[in-house]
């Protein structure tokens, strides 16, 4: 059994690159990679084919992710029917893929920090044009629901083993 997991942000260069590769991560070190499948997408088209900022890159590659190989893709429907799991960075993006899928799977996109500890936020600032702190702000927010979504999965993927 494999687990599709996608995460959706408006570009895909900067949160949802970053959940794909600390996810990737996480699920690696736990000895699980091979029960998922992971990928990441953008709202928007305007980026296809550019790899996350420097700024994400540099921000991941400081806490041990690499993100380089990734590139902006934008997400489809089909994506929606494919992926078991289909996590937004922000209610905006939420709205967007539920207004994309197919009308009996408009539930399915849910949001990232619905994995998150308790911390009463819900939407992970897009760091895009800010600063380095911005993009570690978003970074420690997206390590959070991460962890949440693996301790969240891990019962199920050792139970199908």
């Given at each position: 059994m494999t687990?599709?997991i996608?995460?959706?942000c408006?570009?895909?260069?900067?949160?949802?690159?970053?959940a794909?590769?600390?996810?990737?991560?996480?699920?690696?070190?736990?000895?699980?990679?091979?029960?998922f499948e992971?990928?990441?997408?953008g709202?928007?088209?305007?980026?296809v084919?550019?790899?996350?900022t420097?700024?994400?890159?540099?921000?991941?590659?400081?806490?041990?992710?690499?993100?380089?190989?990734?590139?902006?893709?934008?997400?489809?429907?089909e994506?929606?029917?494919?992926?078991?799991?289909?996590?937004?960075?922000?209610r905006?993006?939420?709205?967007?893929?539920?207004?994309?899928?197919?009308r009996d799977?408009?539930?399915?996109?849910?949001?990232?920090?619905?994995?998150?500890p308790?911390?009463?936020?819900?939407?992970?600032?897009?760091?895009?044009?800010?600063?380095?702190d911005d993009y570690?702000?978003?970074?420690?927010?997206?390590?959070?629901?991460?962890r949440?979504?693996?301790?969240r999965?891990?019962?199920?993927v050792k139970?199908?083993i």
């Amino acid at each position: 059994m494999t687990i599709g997991i996608l995460f959706v942000c408006t570009a895909n260069l900067c949160r949802s690159p970053t959940a794909e590769g600390v996810f990737r991560s996480l699920a690696a070190r736990a000895g699980l990679a091979d029960a998922f499948e992971i990928d990441s997408a953008g709202t928007g088209a305007s980026h296809v084919g550019q790899p996350p900022t420097k700024p994400a890159i540099d921000a991941a590659a400081a806490r041990g992710y690499d993100i380089t190989g990734i590139r902006a893709r934008q997400i489809t429907g089909e994506d929606i029917k494919h992926f078991d799991h289909v996590l937004g960075m922000t209610r905006g993006h939420l709205v967007e893929m539920r207004w994309l899928a197919p009308r009996d799977l408009a539930d399915k996109p849910q949001l990232l920090m619905s994995y998150a500890p308790p911390l009463g936020i819900l939407d992970i600032p897009d760091p895009y044009g800010g600063t380095a702190d911005d993009y570690e702000r978003a970074l420690g927010m997206i390590e959070a629901a991460t962890r949440g979504l693996l301790a969240r999965l891990t019962p199920q993927v050792k139970k199908a083993i």
